[in-house]
């Protein structure tokens, strides 16, 4: 429990429908989320007044940007899928050594339905010349040997990676992690000198990427990529109909396990047991803020019987029956003795 600084940004990455990371950042320059309803009034009765407040049609959207650019950012907004392999564009300086022909070092392809072309100018001139190439040679005429040429054509590359716009796309849906680093404020507030405690880590199931994006380069800075996208409902089914759209955590460093509890209690405070029963005790926690109680393993536990006459308590926190009578059971947090509960157990 506590109030935090949220300062700079984390880290996020993505999970394909394989179960493939992808799309790492540590680079983000901005990455948020918002969450928001529309509440619509029920009015009614005397005056009209307002008796109720019908929350519908909500969302959970996330924005992450990145000061990088990466080719999975683009893809994933449009939907494609990148492949190994790609057409790239190839300039070479090429000297002829025979006359009225061009000779490559690399393997022009067709392109666009252009045929097998190329294009070749001479250094210093802007007056660009169509070729046509069969095999690595492309035939020009009135060309001396010895002239120096620029010869443009394209080329399959297998270490390049491409993907397809198509015309009408469905951006991707992901499952969507990343972090938000909280700093420790204290109760004046004043977090000039302190350092990062913790993160709020937001775990998306379903994040549908937003589908649009610009990517402008200028001459004065960098372009980055932005991975921004809408929640969409996921998990299991129930009567109720609920789903969620994320769930966010909060880990604070070096914290340890019941900092927080309050008090811990044996749910069933009183036993009622014939001789050689036994019952497992079930411990739970309660947090000094609005967590839901939390069971305690009953390993973290250590329990004692005041009369081990009428019953004994195991490591385990089972209690068994012994004798007629009753005995005072107590179980103490380990870590923290000053945390204990006590049932009485009767015996009958």
């Given at each position: 429990m506590g109030k935090y600084a949220m300062a700079g940004v984390g880290y996020g990455f993505a999970i394909d429908e394989n179960g493939n990371r992808f799309m790492s950042s540590k680079?983000?320059?901005?990455?948020?989320?918002?969450?928001?309803?529309?509440?619509?009034?029920?009015?009614?009765?005397?005056?009209?007044?307002?008796?109720?407040?019908?929350?519908?049609?909500?969302?959970?959207e996330v924005t992450a940007k990145d000061c990088l650019v990466d080719l999975d950012y683009i893809a994933a907004q449009v939907g494609g899928n990148v492949s190994a392999g790609g057409d790239v564009f190839i300039t070479e300086s090429v000297t002829t050594t025979v006359a009225n022909k061009i000779t490559v070092v690399g393997t022009p392809k067709a392109f666009a339905g252009y045929g097998i072309v190329g294009w070749y100018n001479i250094p210093g001139s802007d007056v660009e010349h169509t070729i046509t190439f069969v095999g690595k040679d492309a035939t020009v005429a009135n060309l001396a040997v010895g002239t120096t040429l620029c010869v443009?054509?394209?080329?399959?590359?297998?270490?390049?990676?491409?993907?397809?716009?198509?015309?009408?796309?469905?951006?991707?849906?992901?499952?969507?992690?990343?972090?938000?680093?909280?700093?420790?404020?204290?109760?004046?507030?004043?977090?000039?000198?302190?350092?990062?405690?913790?993160?709020?880590?937001?775990?998306?199931?379903?994040?549908m990427f937003k589908g649009s994006f610009e990517m402008n380069a200028t001459s004065a800075g960098t372009v980055g990529g932005d991975i921004s996208g809408k929640a969409l409902a996921s998990g299991a089914v129930t009567c109720s109909g609920n789903q969620i759209y994320a769930t966010i955590t909060e880990r604070i460093y070096d914290k340890g396990t019941y900092d927080d509890v309050s008090e811990i209690v044996i749910t069933d405070s009183t036993l009622e047991l014939a001789p050689t029963e036994t019952q497992t005790l079930v411990v739970k926690a309660l947090y000094n803020d609005n967590r839901t109680p939390n069971v305690v393993p009953n390993s973290d536990l250590t329990f004692a019987s005041a009369t081990t006459s009428v019953a004994t308590v195991s490591t385990a926190g089972v209690v068994t029956a012994v004798a007629t009578g009753t005995s005072v059971i107590t179980a103490t947090l380990t870590s923290k003795t000053s945390l204990n509960s006590v049932a009485v157990a009767t015996v009958s």
């Open positions: 680079t983000f320059t901005d990455s948020g989320f918002s969450a928001s309803t529309t509440l619509e009034e029920i009015r009614g009765g005397f005056s009209n007044a307002l008796q109720s407040m019908y929350a519908h049609t909500s969302a959970f443009t054509y394209v080329q399959t590359d297998d270490t390049a990676r491409s993907f397809e716009v198509a015309s009408s796309f469905v951006p991707k849906v992901v499952h969507y992690v990343f972090t938000l680093p909280l700093l420790s404020a204290g109760a004046s507030a004043d977090i000039t000198s302190q350092s990062k405690v913790g993160e709020w880590i937001v775990d998306v199931p379903k994040l």
